[in-house]
Structures are given as C-alpha cells and as structure tokens.
C-alpha cells in the first residue's frame, strides 16, 4: 500500500497538485479504501495495480502519462455491481473531480481525468486520443491473459455479481462480450495491439461460447 500512495503522490504531483504531501497523501488512501471494498472480488486493489503497471510500461504512448494515472486511480472509485449503465463511470468521475480539485490540480487537467475516466464505459477511444488509448488498452489488459488467468478474471468478474440469477447473468455477460467483440480494435497501443488483440479475442470467443447464450 506504501509504494501505491508513492505513486499517487507522484502523480499528482506531476499533475500540478499544490497541496501539502500529507494532504495528497489523505486523498490517495480514501481512494485505496474504496479500491479495498469487501464485494469487490475483480475491482481490486490488484486491479488498479495492474492498470497502474501497463500504464507505466507504455507511458511513452501518453501525452500526459501523469493524468493517465489519476485516470486509472480515479475510474473504478466508485463500483456498484447493482448499478446500471454507466452510472459507476460516472460517480467515479464526479468523485476523482472533487478529490483532485481539492488537491489545487488546475482544472483543465480535472476536467482531462474526467474524460478519461468516463471513457472506459465504452472503451471506444478515438485513433489520435493517446492517453484516452492507453488508458482504455491498460483497463482491458486481462482480456489477452492466458486462459487461465483468464477465467480467474471471469470468474471474479462472476462473484461481483452473485445476487443476479444465472440466467439474467449470462445473458447479460453476454451481452457485454459482443460488444467487446464488435470493437474494431480492443487495442490501440503498439505492444498490447501486437500481443495482446489476437489472444483477447479469442479468450472473449471462449467465454462466450461456454455461456450457451444464443445470438
């Protein structure tokens, strides 16, 4: 937890923050409690680790690598399996606003986060938005692990949603698998677009068979 506050503090830091270390290093760890939140079974704090580390491995694809990070410290803040749509996307966003303005970060570079955070609802970043790509690339990363990390990752993804019955759960999970699918690209980044696009698909394939969910 020490090495993530480091970070959090760096790149808030970087991202013009104007508060005391104490002050940033308040709001870091009210995000880690909410990133530590007992239902969450993928939404984790190994999750943000995760996203952090690709981040960090392909920051030279960012035009503003700091702001990716807040984005990735900011965009599953707030995660409630019981909400719809893209309420959780944008509870998160209206929460990393209020936390980085309160550290002094200017507010073109909140106002940035926010984009950024918002658009992993969809994962749809445009071809020039670099930060937005690699932002999206890191948060779909898991979908190109191997098979078993894989369904590790859809099986938790499967206990976050324990109160929906089997039935109403595949098809929606479902539901959610087309669309990645639909995706001209899952990737944008070089790396990830050269290792990671073939082996994502073809574990989304997997999934999506073994749910029995007809087209």
């Known amino acids: 937890m020490t090495g993530l506050l480091t970070r959090w503090r760096t790149a808030a830091v970087a991202a013009g923050a104007t508060r005391d ?6 709001a870091g760890a009210e995000l880690l409690q ?5 239902h969450r079974r993928y939404h984790d704090v190994r999750h943000l680790a995760a996203v952090l580390a690709v981040v960090d491995e392909a920051a030279d ?7 990716v990070r ?22 998160s966003a209206e929460l990393g606003a209020g936390l980085l303005t309160g550290l002094g970060i200017p507010a073109e570079a909140v106002a940035e986060v ?8 969809g994962h749809r970043a445009a071809p020039e938005d670099r930060d937005g790509a690699l932002l999206c690339d890191a948060d779909l990363a898991i979908l190109a692990a191997p098979a078993a990390g894989y369904d590790r990752y859809a099986a938790a993804i499967r206990a976050e949603y324990a109160h929906v019955p089997d039935s ?8 959610v698998l087309r669309n990645l699918l ?6 944008h980044t070089p790396e990830l677009t050269r290792r990671g696009e073939r082996p994502a698909r ?14």
């Open 21 to 26: 270390e104490a002050t940033i290093t308040v």
């Open 34 to 38: 909410r990133w530590r939140e007992s």
């Open 61 to 67: 694809h960012a035009v503003r690598p700091d702001l």
């Open 70 to 91: 807040l984005a990735a410290w900011c965009h599953d803040a707030v995660y409630d399996p019981r909400a719809g749509g893209d309420a959780n996307e944008r509870a």
């Open 114 to 121: 926010v984009r950024l955070v918002l658009l992993t609802a």
């Open 168 to 175: 109403s759960f595949r098809a929606g999970r479902a539901a």
């Open 182 to 187: 639909a995706l001209p690209a899952l990737y």
């Open 202 to 215: 073809a574990n989304l394939r997997r999934e999506l068979a073994g749910l029995g969910v007809p087209d």
